[in-house]
């Protein structure tokens, strides 16, 4: 009787026995590394398209500095003309004076910029050189500064009104120094600067290549929102290595399945131990990253190791680089408090020259009024460069403390001046420091010119975590109300409590102004 023969039914199994061990394990392999594969395309696809982004910001970032360097000089030229227009006396100031006067006003800014003085009917007092005679133009009511483009001759004109009225000051910020101001200070491949106001427009830098069809634009406000800075930049496409690094997975998974079950055993799995234990031997502080040795012949697997330790050696350098940029940011935030420092010395210096030289009382006065505010302004600017760097805002009262000092020592000669301290030490940031000095300075004038013994308190307490009160207190402003210049001296102090962000609370006698400000 012969033997029976076994018989297989027809199936999927039967189907995958009949297949070499290669081919099976390329199959097993393909199947359950595709989601691995899967998934590190979509995570190489989505580092990619951050990295991209990334760049995005980045030139964005860099046209907002442009915008803020344009912002500054325009700010300083603003402050170079309310200085000239009331430095300078329309009755009694010669060109000559005048003319020096814009000199070092000029000398002082950081880019060119043509300055002229007028008298209030029009009429030219001084100018700098190559200043056109025949510019003026009108600024709208109630406003001391305005500032306009000029699209013809691609320049930016300001306007600044002096106080009282009797004078006004023009400056021009000619083409060369907007596209110079405006130029990034990093590399762009491909970027468009244009200044707008109104219908009134310019274009300060083109296209550097053919115009991208479908750009990225940033918008930014110039001198309090007169005027628009337009920037539009290149996007940047997908680079070559990022294009390998969203391709790679694929390759791998590729390779992975076709080397079979040699590639699972002996150039897969040995190889990626040792890897594996070489990434969890690895540490960051002890020394760059050692690809292990193997005798494989995968070259994916060393190929892994490298690209690792191509990303170990990148984040060593970028953290150098950051560490080395974060240095010298420091640095020059440094040397920019040094510079307004010297700066704010040689304003006082010229207020003290001119004083020296009033022809009469009136001049030295508001001299004198002036260089207090300066000096304000200078010991905030020395306090901020001693607390730079500090995390908690600025220690507020040794600003106090030295400020009150300069006033006792530059008030008048004919009034008597005495000034006790009561503060808590706080500390605040550096927009507050500011206009709590100013503030202080504009009510200790005021008493100045209300008595000829002024007896002042000053006193800052904390309320809570977030608030502190700060009171000044004196008889001698009892009488500020009947003094002439005392509308001017209230538009300013409710000016700087607005900025404070708090109301000025008065007992009936008004001889006590107290304010809350923020805390850190």
């Given at each position: 009787?012969?033997?029976?023969?076994?018989?297989?039914?027809?199936?999927?199994?039967?189907?995958?026995?009949?297949?070499?061990?290669?081919?099976?394990?390329?199959?097993?392999?393909?199947?359950?590394?595709?989601?691995?594969?899967?998934?590190?395309?979509f995570?190489?696809?989505?580092?990619?398209?951050?990295?991209?982004?990334?760049?995005?910001?980045?030139?964005?970032?860099?046209?907002?500095?442009?915008?803020?360097?344009?912002?500054?000089?325009?700010?300083?030229?603003?402050?170079?003309?309310?200085?000239?227009?009331?430095?300078?006396?329309?009755?009694?100031?010669?060109?000559?004076?005048?003319?020096?006067?814009?000199?070092?006003?000029?000398?002082?800014?950081?880019?060119?910029?043509?300055?002229?003085?007028?008298?209030?009917?029009?009429?030219?007092?001084?100018?700098?050189?190559?200043?056109?005679?025949?510019?003026?133009?009108?600024?709208?009511?109630?406003?001391?500064?305005?500032?306009?483009?000029?699209?013809?001759?691609?320049?930016?004109?300001?306007?600044?009104?002096?106080?009282?009225?009797?004078?006004?000051?023009?400056?021009?910020l000619?083409?060369?120094?907007?596209?110079?101001?405006?130029?990034?200070?990093?590399?762009?491949?491909?970027?468009?600067?244009?200044?707008?106001?109104?219908?009134?427009?310019?274009?300060?830098?083109?296209?550097?290549?053919?115009?991208?069809?479908?750009?990225?634009?940033?918008?930014?406000?110039?001198?309090?929102?007169?005027?628009e800075?337009?920037?539009?930049?290149?996007?940047?496409?997908?680079?070559?290595?990022?294009?390998?690094?969203?391709?790679l997975?694929?390759l791998?998974?590729a390779?992975?399945?076709?080397?079979?079950?040699?590639?699972?055993?002996?150039?897969?799995?040995?190889?990626?131990?040792?890897?594996?234990g070489?990434?969890?031997?690895?540490n960051?502080?002890?020394?760059?990253?050692?690809?292990p040795a193997?005798?494989?012949?995968?070259?994916?697997?060393?190929?892994?190791?490298?690209?690792?330790?191509?990303?170990?050696?990148?984040?060593?350098?970028?953290?150098?680089?950051?560490?080395?940029?974060?240095?010298?940011?420091?640095?020059?935030?440094?040397?920019?408090?040094?510079?307004?420092?010297?700066?704010?010395?040689?304003?006082?210096?010229?207020?003290?020259?001119?004083?020296?030289?009033?022809?009469?009382?009136?001049?030295?006065?508001?001299?004198?009024?002036?260089?207090?505010?300066?000096?304000?302004?200078?010991?905030?600017?020395?306090?901020?460069?001693?607390?730079?760097?500090?995390?908690?805002?600025?220690?507020?009262?040794?600003?106090?403390?030295?400020?009150?000092?300069?006033?006792?020592?530059?008030?008048?000669?004919?009034?008597?001046?005495?000034?006790?301290?009561?503060?808590?030490?706080v500390?605040?940031?550096?927009?507050?420091?500011?206009?709590?000095?100013?503030y202080?300075?504009?009510?200790?004038?005021?008493?100045?010119?209300?008595?000829?013994?002024?007896?002042?308190?000053?006193?800052?307490?904390?309320?809570?975590?977030?608030?502190?009160?700060?009171?000044?207190?004196?008889?001698?402003?009892?009488?500020?109300?009947?003094?002439?210049?005392?509308?001017?001296?209230?538009?300013?102090?409710?000016?700087?409590?607005?900025?404070?962000?708090?109301?000025?609370?008065?007992?009936?006698?008004?001889?006590?102004?107290?304010?809350?400000?923020?805390?850190?």
């Amino acid at each position: 009787m012969a033997p029976l023969a076994m018989k297989e039914r027809p199936g999927p199994i039967s189907f995958l026995s009949r297949l070499s061990t290669g081919i099976k394990t390329f199959i097993l392999l393909a199947v359950a590394l595709f989601p691995l594969g899967l998934i590190a395309l979509f995570a190489s696809w989505d580092a990619s398209s951050n990295a991209r982004g990334e760049r995005i910001d980045e030139a964005r970032l860099i046209t907002e500095l442009a915008a803020r360097r344009m912002t500054e000089t325009i700010e300083r030229s603003t402050l170079s003309l309310r200085v000239a227009s009331t430095a300078v006396d329309p009755d009694a100031a010669s060109p000559g004076e005048c003319r020096e006067l814009l000199a070092t006003l000029s000398n002082i800014e950081q880019a060119e910029v043509r300055l002229a003085i007028f008298r209030r009917n029009g009429e030219l007092i001084c100018a700098s050189n190559n200043f056109p005679a025949a510019l003026r133009f009108d600024a709208p009511p109630g406003r001391l500064a305005v500032t306009q483009l000029d699209s013809e001759t691609g320049t930016i004109r300001i306007r600044v009104n002096s106080e009282d009225g009797r004078t006004f000051g023009l400056a021009i910020l000619p083409r060369s120094t907007v596209a110079e101001r405006t130029r990034p200070i990093e590399q762009i491949e491909n970027y468009l600067f244009t200044l707008r106001q109104g219908d009134t427009s310019f274009l300060v830098h083109p296209w550097s290549s053919d115009a991208p069809s479908n750009p990225v634009r940033s918008t930014q406000q110039l001198a309090d929102g007169q005027i628009e800075f337009d920037a539009a930049f290149e996007v940047v496409p997908l680079r070559t290595s990022e294009w390998v690094a969203i391709i790679l997975p694929l390759l791998m998974w590729a390779a992975g399945a076709l080397l079979g079950w040699f590639a699972v055993n002996r150039l897969v799995l040995r190889p990626l131990a040792r890897l594996q234990g070489a990434v969890s031997r690895f540490n960051h502080d002890e020394g760059d990253f050692i690809v292990p040795a193997t005798r494989s012949p995968a070259a994916e697997i060393r190929e892994l190791g490298t690209a690792f330790h191509a990303v170990v050696s990148d984040l060593k350098a970028n953290e150098t680089a950051m560490a080395n940029a974060l240095g010298e940011q420091a640095r020059l935030t440094r040397e920019v408090h040094h510079r307004v420092k010297n700066n704010l010395q040689i304003v006082a210096s010229l207020l003290n020259l001119h004083a020296r030289s009033a022809v009469n009382a009136d001049t030295a006065t508001a001299y004198a009024s002036i260089k207090r505010r300066v000096d304000a302004l200078a010991i905030v600017q020395r306090n901020l460069l001693g607390d730079h760097g500090a995390a908690d805002g600025t220690s507020l009262r040794p600003i106090v403390s030295e400020l009150v000092s300069t006033l006792q020592q530059g008030g008048p000669e004919h009034v008597r001046v005495s000034i006790s301290l009561d503060i808590v030490d706080v500390r605040v940031a550096q927009e507050i420091a500011v206009a709590v000095c100013f503030y202080l300075t504009e009510l200790v004038e005021l008493s100045f010119f209300c008595a000829e013994a002024v007896d002042l308190s000053i006193k800052l307490e904390p309320i809570d975590e977030e608030c502190a009160s700060l009171t000044l207190e004196s008889e001698a402003l009892k009488a500020a109300p009947d003094i002439p210049a005392y509308p001017r001296y209230r538009r300013v102090i409710e000016g700087l409590a607005r900025q404070l962000r708090a109301p000025v609370e008065q007992n009936s006698a008004e001889t006590r102004y107290e304010i809350k400000i923020p805390i850190l």
